[in-house]
């Protein structure tokens, strides 16, 4: 795998389906009623750890351990809308070992954020310890 670089950015997009919010519901055990129940729209609204997962799908890809994340969410997210999720690298610094590095993240609908944050973590070098 090649060194993260501060200023790199990764982009995922995805739209979510009810069926994965009653699959996060039934695993995390929140099962409030609007994430189970359609709004005037027959939306359901996203649960806001289920949209976290776009920043750990771009982390995992990175082989990224993360020691922090630390989300804001500040707007619901509903099923059936197309999120964009950019990660990027604000500081690399190298170790004997691995890269320690803090990553910015921005979830969006459109021009509207939904979901920033940070992630600090590492990337191993070579084999995992």
């Not at 994965?20 to 359901?44: I, K, M, N």
């Not at 630390?70 to 070992?97: A, N």
């Not at 979901?115 to 070098?125: C, D, E, N, R």
Request: with cysteine; charged share 25%.
């Amino acid at each position: 795998m090649t060194p993260p670089t501060p200023g790199e950015s990764y982009t995922v997009e995805r739209t979510f389906t009810p069926e994965e919010v009653d699959r996060f519901a039934d695993l995390s055990g929140d099962t409030q009623p609007q994430h189970t129940e359609p709004d005037d729209e027959g939306r359901r609204m996203v649960h806001g750890l289920l949209t976290a997962t776009l920043p750990t799908q771009i982390g995992g890809r990175q082989e990224v351990l993360a020691h922090t994340m630390e989300f804001t969410f500040s707007r619901p997210v509903y099923t059936g809308e197309r999120i964009t999720c950019t990660w990027t690298y604000e500081s690399v610094e190298e170790r004997p070992d691995r890269y320690d590095l803090v990553a910015n993240v921005s979830c969006s609908r459109g021009d509207e954020r939904v979901l920033s944050g940070t992630v600090t973590g590492l990337v191993w070098k070579g084999e995992n310890p």
